[in-house]
């Protein structure tokens, strides 16, 4: 089976970095994908990991370490606009499996 | 393109009555999922299909859950009856292939009295 972790909330300060961590159990995928929820909205792909290490888009970057089943997503220079819900997902050859999302909640 | 469209963007329904969910997915892409998104359970697959095919039902909750395709640019979700546990959020997805990107519609945001 698979199953993904993340934590259900964090909080940071506008203009901080913050890391929003997953960690995985699964018996094949061939990459990790982050993806962004504002409240009301539907969810859009941000990143995606196919090999291990760090991608970088923006103030955006996501990481992936399949010898540890993990991976990130650190966000930067944190905007109000960023106050959202975050997935990582798994992606299989047959589907992506969705973990059940980190509510980051940003400080003035 | 459009992206993802679905239609209605809001449904309240009493129990018992049929609902009927539409989406019409990004052209030229091969792959439709539906999700259904509460807060108890999150973002669950609930079927998806591959050139109007359905390749995995697996997650449909019950025999009250249909889905069809019946071309490439329309596919429907029914619930039929509907009971309240059915009130959620539910997300239409499409993408060129199974593992690859997905782009999501608006969602319908279904309650059930």
Not at chain 1, 13 to 36: D, R
Request: with cysteine.
């Amino acid at each position: 089976g698979q199953s993904l972790e993340q934590p259900s909330e964090v909080t940071a300060v506008e203009g901080a970095i913050v890391q929003i961590n997953c960690t995985y159990q699964t018996s094949g995928f061939y990459g990790l994908s982050w993806y962004q929820q504002h409240d009301g909205g539907a969810p859009t792909f941000l990143s995606y990991n196919a090999l291990d290490g760090l991608e970088e888009t923006g103030r955006f970057s996501s990481f992936l370490s399949r010898s540890d089943s993990y991976g990130y997503l650190l966000l930067q220079e944190l905007q109000m606009k960023d106050s959202a819900s975050y997935f990582c997902a798994l992606n299989r050859d047959d589907k992506i499996i969705f973990g059940k999302g980190t509510r980051l909640h940003i400080l003035p | 393109d459009a992206g993802v469209i679905q239609s209605p963007r809001h449904e309240v329904t009493e129990m018992g009555q049929e609902v009927t969910l539409r989406c019409k997915p990004i052209s030229g892409h091969d792959y439709l999922f539906w999700y259904r998104q509460t807060m108890m359970r999150g973002l669950e697959l609930l079927i998806y299909f591959n050139n109007n095919v359905p390749i995995d039902d697996s997650g449909m909750p019950e025999d009250r859950f249909s889905a069809k395709m019946p071309n490439a640019s329309f596919s429907t979700l029914k619930i039929q009856p509907s009971e309240p546990r059915d009130s959620a959020v539910y997300f239409c997805a499409s993408s060129l292939e199974t593992g690859e990107t997905q782009y999501f519609g608006p969602g319908t945001r279904l309650l059930v009295l």
